[in-house]
């Protein structure tokens, strides 16, 4: 059991649990030295040695370091303590994921929610520059981190569902394969619940819709009573009318949501950027002024993942 005041693998000062869940536990704590403020991310104690777990675990850090991001979480590196648990090392991000603030606040006002979007397009054109697929999109993998000087940064966490494409780069190249679970109902695209040829950056595209959607409406476009009803509402590809759901959203803008979701993949935005451009004219920022440049390989340096939570809150699965 890991608790506050703990020293790990003697460097890492464990300062106060961030979260726990299905997946396992995060921690913030403190390398030593230089005192450097890092989030430590850890499996379930009866979960580890599952070498299967293990693998994806693993598999998760590495893609997630792969990606030099302004709107990726860092993942530092991995280490292990002695018994040979293995864990991942991040950058600690002071916030709460848009989840938690949809709870919080109800929908949000519209530029508001188009600019986290917007954020979001970045960081996954990043991610999808090298080839990798984060098929699993959702509110709670996207961290609305702040800034030392009070500004918000969303930060795309959570890669333990991503895919290699068959054009992934050379920084993706030699990072095993991922089996093929489905995400996270209802952010799950049609294709995915087919399980036809496989999630591409389209799937995210999907994805990111539904998250627009439920970000201004309150409600996901498709989540029903039972887990059955969802997928078929998925499916049927009968997208509600958003200009329904709150009287100031446009037309337009309501179309690239309706566009995103289209149950033909080939209807819908080829890439984040055709779509982060759409968004554009509703965005508090007209200007391409969030940082959008990927810069590839492994961080140097200290970073983390999803788990950068504010205390109490907790997005794992």
Sequence with gaps: MIRPGQLLASKYAVKRVIGRGGGGIVVAAEHEPPELRVALKFLRPDSWRDP?????????????????????????????LPDGEPFLVMELLEGCDLAALLGARGRLPRREAVDYVRQACAGLADVHALGIVHRDVK?????????????????????GMAELTANATQTANGLAPNSIDMG????????????EGGADAKSDVWALGAVLF???AGR?????????????????GDVPDLTRERADVERPLAAIVERCLAADREQRFASMRELRTALTPFSSQPSWRETSGVRHGRPRG??????AHHEGESSLR
């Design 52 to 80: 299967e777990v293990r693998r994806r675990f693993l598999r998760e850090g590495q893609i997630a370091a792969a990606v030099r991001s302004a709107h990726v979480v860092r993942v530092l590196g991995i280490d292990t």
């Design 302 to 307: 200290k970073a983390n993942t999803k788990s």
């Design 214 to 216: 439920t970000l201004l």
């Design 220 to 236: 996901s476009p498709f989540e029903r009573r039972y887990l059955s009803e969802t997928y078929r509402a998925i499916l049927s």
């Design 184 to 195: 996270s109902p209802p952010f799950v695209a049609p294709e995915q619940l087919r399980a």
């Design 139 to 159: 509110p709670s993998n996207l961290f609305l981190s702040r800034a030392a000087d009070g500004s918000k940064r969303v930060k795309i966490v959570d890669f």
